[in-house]
């Protein structure tokens, strides 16, 4: 699904292309079936705070992109972990799942569509700077 609202440079396109080649991805009905069927995992949001903060699915965890690298192993220490990432529309998750890879990260999800998606899934959402069970 492609995020038409941003114009993206070549070269972040070029990057993103890179990173989805060794990253798994999944779209928004195989994450719902994964969710109903309460397989193990952890969904992960790498959006902006403001994104965040704007709205977000419940359950998730924040973890922006640019401080990623940084925390995943304070909350995740288990490496074999199933992390289902997402943004805005699955170009930052895919950047953040093959970093992830990279780190040791072995069941890592980029979710295709991310957060545009999301909003349509029918999952519960908190909508604005709601207090969410996920803190």
Known sequence: MADTS???SP???ALVKDAKSRVREIDVQQYRRMHDENRTH???????????????????????KGVIE?????????????LVLYCG????????????QKMGY?????L?????????SGLPLAEGDAADDAS
């Not at 072995?106 to 980029?110: A, D, E, F, H």
């Open 106 to 110: 072995t069941n890592v999800l980029s």
């Open 70 to 82: 940084r925390d995943i192993e304070k909350l995740v220490p288990d490496k074999s972990m199933t």
């Open 89 to 100: 529309g699955g170009y930052r998750s895919a950047l953040a799942a093959d970093t992830l």
């Open 112 to 120: 295709d569509g991310g957060w545009k998606a999301l909003k349509v």
């Open 42 to 64: 952890l969904l992960v949001d790498v959006r902006e705070d403001n994104e965040w903060a704007a709205g977000h699915v419940k359950g998730a965890v924040h973890i922006g």
């Open 11 to 13: 070269g972040f396109l």
């Open 6 to 8: 941003t114009p993206h």
